[in-house]
Nanobody, 120 residues
Framework: QVQLVESGGGLVQPGGSLALSCAAS????????MGWYRQAPGKQREWVAT???????NYADSVKGRFTISRDNAENTVYLQMNSLKPEDTAVYYC??????????????WGQGTQVTVSS
């Protein structure tokens, strides 16, 4: 059974920092691209950042320079360090695992989400 369990969300003041974690089980973690997505109230879920199985990282323009995604394959965990947080970063943050084979998405899994609220 595949599980992605996010943690680390909470309430933070603008300009502050939070670190999210996503612990995976039931998958061969180092084969998967791991991503973070977020969904604000009344908005569609949007992509935030990805770390690929090969170790590359990519970021949405809205978080570039403020957020850092990383992974620990030994711990089957992906992290999202969020700095200089803004009220518009307020959302439920979701972890996603994606397995690609020959360029085609073969399987994907989502975590249950963790709430991040940026407010004074």
């Amino acid at each position: 059974q595949v599980q992605l369990v996010e943690s680390g969300g909470g309430l933070v003041q603008p300009g502050g920092s939070l670190a999210l974690s996503c612990a995976a089980s039931g998958i061969i973690f180092n084969l998967y691209d791991m991503g973070w997505y977020r969904q604000a109230p009344g908005k569609q879920r949007e992509w935030v950042a990805t770390t690929t199985a090969g170790g590359n990282t990519n970021y949405a323009d809205s978080v570039k320079g403020r957020f850092t995604i990383s992974r620990d394959n030994a711990e089957n965990t992906v992290y999202l360090q969020m700095n200089s947080l803004k009220p518009e970063d307020t959302a439920v943050y979701y972890c996603r695992a994606e397995l690609y084979f020959r360029g085609t998405l073969r399987s994907q899994y989502w975590g249950q989400g963790t709430q991040v609220t940026v407010s004074s």
